[in-house]
C-alpha cells in the first residue's frame, strides 16, 4: 500500500473524510449566519443554539412520538424556523433601528438562556440518537471505508448549500433579497413587503441551523452545548469568508474543514487551532475576508 | 401669480399636497408644502440645493423620518401609509442616487419592481425605448454608465403599471445629448397619460417638458410659475434659483 510523506493513506482519508463532514456543518451553519447578517445586519449568536434544538427537537420527535429521521428533517427546520420566527417579530425587530452590538447582545442573551433550559431539562451527558437503518452500514472503497451516514451527511448538506446559493443568487425571489439587502427602503419604495422578507430570512437561517442540527444528530451526541463548542469555529469561517457572502460561507465552510482534517494527519497538535491561525492571517491581509466585498 | 389650485380645466387634482412638513430625525426640512398635480401633468420643483425639493418626493412616498400635513392621491390621504402601500396605489419613485442594485443584473433590475396596476409598460416596450439597455441585459446593474443607469431606473418603474411618477433629477450628471433623450422620453410618456412630478436644478430642462413650475425654498413653496409664463418670469427665476 502506498504511503503519502510517511502517512498511511487509511488515516489520511480518514481524516479527509472527517474534515468534510466537520466542514459540511461550518457550510451549513455559516451560510445561515451570512444569509441573516446580509438582510438584518445583526450576527445571529443564537445560531448554535437553533442548531442544537434543531438535534433535541429530532431526539424529542423519535422519543416522544416515534417519528423517524426523515421525517425529523422535514419538520425540525420548520418548528424550529417557526420560533426563529416569533423571536424576529417579538424581539430583534424592535432593534433594528439600534446599532448592530444590540441584535448580537440579544441573540447571545438568546443562545445562553435557551441552552441554560435545556442543559437543566435534559442535562449536559448526552442523549443517543441512532443512525436510520437506511444508511447505517458502509462501503468499503479499497483504500478506505465510508460509513454510509457520513456519505449521506456531506451530499446533503452540499445539495442544501448548493439549492440555497440558486435561490439566492438565480432566481426572483433572491432577486428581491440581494436588492433588499442593499436598499431596503427602496425596496420598500416599489410595494415590497420588506418586513415579512426580513423575518422569512430570519426564519430560513434558523432552519438550516437546524437542519444541520438534525443530520448531526446521529453522528454527534444530542447534548445542549452541541452548538456553543461548534459555532465558534462557524463565526471564524464566516470572518474568513467574509460576512454575508453567500458562495463565500459555503466554500469557506468545507474547505476549512478540510484544512482542519488536514492538519490533523500532518501536525495534529494545531488541528483545533488552525482555522483561527487562518482568521488572523486573512483579516492581516484582506479584512473584508476572502470573498467579503470592501465597503 | 395665477392660481395654481384653481380647476380651471375641471380636472381634480390627482395629487393634492397641503402643509406637508417633515423631519430627518431632529431636523426640521419641510415647513409647509403645498402644490397641486392635475392628471397628465408634468410639473417641476425647481429650487437651490437644499430647498428641499427631494425630501418633498420622499415625503410624498413615506421614507422620511417623520412627516405631518395632508397628501391626498386620487382622494386617499397618503400620511400614515407605509411607502409599500403607497407604491401599491400606482406611485412610482425614481430616487436621485437611481438605486441601481449592484448585485443584480441590468435584467433583474429591470424585472425587481412587482406589478401594482394593470396596464404596465412590456418588458419589450420598456428595452424598445431604451435600446442601450438590450445589449447589457447580463452586466452588473451598477457597471452601466450613468445615462444608462438613468434608462434603467426610469425603465423599470415603467413597468409596474404605476402611472405616477416622481423623478428626482433624472438628468444630473449626464451628457446633454442623454438629456435630450430623456426629455423625449417624458414627452412621450405624458403623451400615454402619465403624470409626472419632476425635481430638476435644470431649469432649461424643465422649461422643455413641463406644465407648470413650483419653486420651493427653505422647505416652502415659494411661487408657482406656469409653463407658458416663463419668459417673463425668467429675471424672478434667475433670482430663486442663484443662477
Not at chain 1, 442544537?52 to 417519528?67: D, K, Q, R
Not at chain 2, 433629477?169 to 412621450?188: D, S, Y
Amino acid at each position: 500500500m502506498f504511503e503519502l510523506l510517511g502517512i498511511p493513506p487509511q488515516a489520511l482519508f480518514g481524516q479527509l473524510l472527517l474534515g468534510l463532514i466537520n466542514g459540511s456543518f461550518y457550510a451549513l451553519l455559516s451560510l445561515g449566519l451570512a444569509v441573516i447578517f446580509g438582510l438584518l445586519n445583526i450576527i445571529n449568536f443564537s445560531h448554535g443554539a437553533q442548531y442544537m434544538m434543531g438535534a433535541f427537537v429530532a431526539w424529542m420527535l423519535m422519543t416522544y412520538a416515534g417519528i423517524n429521521y426523515w421525517w425529523a428533517l422535514l419538520i425540525v427546520p420548520i418548528v424550529v424556523g417557526a420560533t426563529g420566527v416569533v423571536i424576529e417579530r417579538v424581539m430583534i425587530a424592535r432593534l433594528y433601528h439600534l446599532d448592530h452590538l444590540y441584535g448580537l447582545l440579544l441573540t447571545f442573551g438568546l443562545a445562553l438562556i435557551i441552552q441554560g433550559l435545556f442543559r437543566n431539562q435534559y442535562g449536559v451527558s448526552g442523549l443517543p440518537y441512532s443512525i436510520p437503518t437506511e444508511l447505517s452500514g458502509g462501503t468499503n472503497l479499497g483504500f478506505m471505508f465510508l460509513p454510509n451516514y457520513r456519505a449521506w451527511v456531506v451530499v446533503a448538506s452540499a445539495v442544501v448549500c448548493f439549492g440555497t446559493w440558486f435561490a439566492i443568487e438565480k432566481t426572483k425571489l433572491g432577486a428581491y433579497l440581494r436588492a433588499a439587502t442593499e436598499n431596503p427602503t427602496l425596496v420598500g419604495a416599489f410595494g415590497i413587503n420588506v418586513p415579512r422578507m426580513i423575518t422569512l430570512t430570519y426564519g430560513f437561517g434558523v432552519a438550516l441551523a437546524a437542519l444541520a442540527g438534525v443530520l448531526a444528530a446521529p453522528i454527534y451526541s444530542v447534548n445542549p452545548n452541541m452548538g456553543a463548542d461548534l459555532i465558534i469555529v462557524v463565526f471564524a469561517v464566516v470572518v474568513i469568508g467574509g460576512m454575508g457572502s453567500i458562495l463565500g460561507a459555503i466554500l469557506t465552510g468545507f474547505g476549512l474543514g478540510i484544512v482542519e482534517g488536514l492538519t490533523r494527519v500532518f501536525y495534529p497538535e494545531a488541528s483545533s487551532v488552525v482555522i483561527f491561525v487562518i482568521m488572523a492571517l486573512v483579516l492581516l491581509v484582506k479584512p473584508a475576508g476572502l470573498f467579503g466585498r470592501t465597503a | 401669480m395665477r392660481e395654481a389650485i384653481s380647476p380651471a380645466n375641471g380636472a381634480t387634482p390627482l395629487l393634492a399636497v397641503r402643509d406637508l412638513q417633515a423631519w430627518y430625525d431632529e431636523s426640521h426640512v419641510l415647513h409647509g408644502i403645498n402644490f397641486d398635480v392635475r392628471p397628465g401633468e408634468v410639473v417641476t420643483l425647481l429650487g437651490r440645493n437644499g430647498a428641499g425639493k427631494t425630501t418633498t418626493l420622499r415625503a410624498i412616498m413615506g421614507i422620511v423620518g417623520k412627516r405631518s400635513g395632508s397628501v391626498q392621491f386620487e382622494g386617499n390621504e397618503l400620511i400614515g401609509q407605509q411607502p409599500r402601500t403607497i407604491a401599491r396605489q400606482g406611485i412610482a419613485f425614481c430616487p436621485e442616487e437611481r438605486g441601481i442594485f449592484s448585485s443584480l443584473s441590468v435584467d433583474e433590475n429591470l424585472m425587481l419592481p412587482p406589478e401594482v396596476k394593470p396596464g404596465g409598460l412590456t418588458r419589450e416596450t420598456v428595452l424598445e425605448m431604451f435600446p442601450n439597455l438590450r445589449e447589457r441585459l447580463t452586466s452588473q446593474g451598477t457597471k452601466l454608465s450613468g445615462g444608462e443607469q438613468q434608462m434603467l431606473a426610469i425603465g423599470r418603474i415603467l413597468r409596474t403599471g404605476a402611472k405616477f411618477l416622481l423623478l428626482d433629477e433624472p438628468t444630473e450628471g449626464l451628457a446633454p445629448v442623454i438629456v435630450q433623450q430623456i426629455g423625449r422620453t417624458l414627452i412621450q410618456l405624458k403623451n400615454q397619460g402619465f403624470t409626472i412630478v419632476l425635481v430638476e436644478q435644470n431649469f432649461r430642462f424643465a422649461a422643455s417638458v413641463a406644465d407648470r413650475h413650483y419653486v420651493v425654498e427653505q422647505g416652502r413653496v415659494i411661487d408657482t410659475i406656469p409653463n407658458a409664463d416663463l419668459d417673463a418670469n425668467i429675471d424672478k427665476l434667475h433670482a430663486y434659483l442663484g443662477v
